[in-house]
């Protein structure tokens, strides 16, 4: 073993996320087939495609909110859901202990929110640091308190997540996240259950997150974001990885007859 | 007023007997509470034999009138050698029966969150003791808790049967103070009044719950 660590799989460590061969199946439905995707440290990864072509899931796999049927799945060089057996090469399910620690490392934004509701905006922020981390209570509001000064919210604190506006608590979510000191963030079409005017101040906040050298996987519509802040585009379909590459390159000069036409498409739509 | 004297002159018998219901309401809701909780988590998380024992049980007590329990159990408790006492004997009827229903009525509760909601607790890195005690039972509680307290009024109501099996309540307290008087009309106009006070204020307590709910938090 290369890394001190017990689990650690043999990887480049300057990789943040690795997946392997992912692959996901709903029934019949093959969701996933055989995704590999590979995020260095620091750097903020844009996947896009068509609705159904595996995005959310590929997302929800890398902290196992899904389980997956076959692949690794690794951030900083530790495996999540399943380790592989060095001896005999099969691949085995972690405990569901193991399983909820590691994801302590990875935090994740969700397209509709979900604060918890009978929390005040402070309580669903320090929850998890206290409750799970074991921090200290001052220590987690201090640190809550920062986090919601960065995402603008400073005098929200007290409110019930009831109270707010959609970009208010997707912000509170981003600050929830970021307050477990996550390694890795993943945002799942953080902005498509907003109003138009609210998108930019979360965008606003995630370009920030991006510009402080997080690890980012960020599954969205926003072309514009993708195009300013990705430091690589990855687009899916059918639950692969048609093609990957940098923004400029991706949305200028698009190999696959596939991503033209969703650009062109998207483009169109978009257009006023 | 001269109508009304038998109930005047038994007031206090017909209290000291509401006390006795409230006592047994009482002493019954805790541990139907507990099983009723231990039952529905044993529904949602158990293993495949563990749910369906829960499953057949909440099936079967429903099936059965709780006076029919009670009789069968007050026969039944002699024959095993199982020396307890009456009060506590009815006590173990009615939490045993009731924690049928409030399994289901919490199990509603839990089931009723939005897989969201668990989503969110997971991502944050919580185990499952962690997402239940934090994030899934306050929610759920406060869900389950119009219909629970419905099912305490229920309860409470459901002690008059017990005067069946010769425990003193405010139904057998009544008909004690009807047989000496022979005012039935009187005195029991007392016990329901009693028994409306108890239920009415549980369901007012019900219906604060329940905007609570509503409000959100």
């Known amino acids: 073993m290369p890394d001190t660590e017990p689990g650690r799989m043999a990887t480049m460590p300057r990789l943040m996320l690795e997946m392997r061969g992912v692959a996901k199946r709903f029934g019949a439905n093959e969701v996933l087939r055989g995704v590999s995707l590979s995020v ?21 796999c890398i902290n196992m909110l899904e389980d997956y049927e076959a692949g690794i799945v690794a951030v900083d060089g530790v495996p999540i859901g399943y380790a592989v057996d060095e001896k005999s090469g099969r691949r085995q399910r972690m405990a569901e202990r193991a399983i909820a620690a590691a994801r302590e490392t990875i935090g994740i934004v969700f397209q509709s929110y979900n604060l918890f509701p009978h929390m005040s905006v402070l309580s669903n922020i320090i929850a998890a640091p206290i409750r799970v981390k074991g921090v200290s209570r001052p220590q987690a509001e201090t640190r809550a308190r920062e986090l919601l000064a960065m995402v603008g919210l400073s005098d929200k604190e007290k409110e019930y997540p009831a109270r707010l506006s959609g970009g208010q608590q997707q912000r509170v979510a981003i600050a929830r996240a970021l307050a477990m000191e996550p390694k890795i963030m993943l945002f799942d079409e953080v902005t498509s259950a907003l109003d ?15 510009r402080d050298g997080m690890t980012m996987v960020v599954v969205t519509h926003e072309m514009s974001f993708a195009r300013d802040v990705a430091d690589r585009v990855v687009f899916m379909d059918g639950g692969v990885i048609v093609e990957e590459g940098p923004p400029e390159t991706m949305f200028s000069t698009p190999k696959t007859e596939r991503v033209r036409q969703f650009l062109k498409r998207h483009n169109d739509r978009y257009r006023i | 007023m001269r109508t009304f004297a038998p109930l005047i002159h038994g007031y206090w018998y017909l209290l000291r007997g509401a006390g006795m219901t409230l006592l047994m309401a009482g002493a019954s809701v805790v541990p139907a509470t507990l099983l009723g909780m231990l039952f529905a988590l044993g529904q949602i998380f158990g293993g495949r034999i563990s749910r369906a024992a829960i499953v057949t049980y909440i099936f079967v007590v429903r099936g059965i009138p709780l006076l029919v329990l009670l009789t069968f159990v007050y026969y039944l408790l002699p024959l095993t050698g199982i020396d307890l006492p009456p009060f506590w004997g009815v006590v173990l009827v009615m939490a045993c029966y009731y924690a049928a229903f409030m399994a289901e009525v919490f199990r509603a509760g839990i089931l009723s969150l939005p897989q969201a909601q668990w989503d969110a607790a997971r991502g944050l890195g919580m185990n499952r003791r962690q997402m239940l005690w934090i994030v899934i039972f306050p929610q759920a509680f406060r869900l389950a808790a119009p219909p629970f307290v419905n099912l305490c009024a229920n309860l409470i109501k459901a002690t008059s049967l017990v005067s069946v099996v010769g425990l003193w309540e405010l139904t057998m307290a009544s008909r004690e103070i009807v047989e000496r008087t022979l005012a039935p009309f009187q005195i029991f106009i007392g016990a329901a009044f009693l028994y409306f006070c108890m239920c009415f204020a549980l369901s007012r307590y019900g219906k604060y719950l329940e905007g609570r709910v509503l409000a959100g938090h």
Not at chain 1, 49 to 60: C, E, H, M, V
Not at chain 1, 196 to 210: D, K
């Open chain 1, 196 to 210: 138009p005017e609210l998108v930019g101040e979360v965008l606003a906040a995630m370009r920030q997150l991006a």
């Open chain 1, 40 to 60: 260095p440290r620091g750097q903020t990864v844009v996947v896009i495609g068509p609705s159904g072509s595996g995005k959310t899931t590929l997302l929800r």
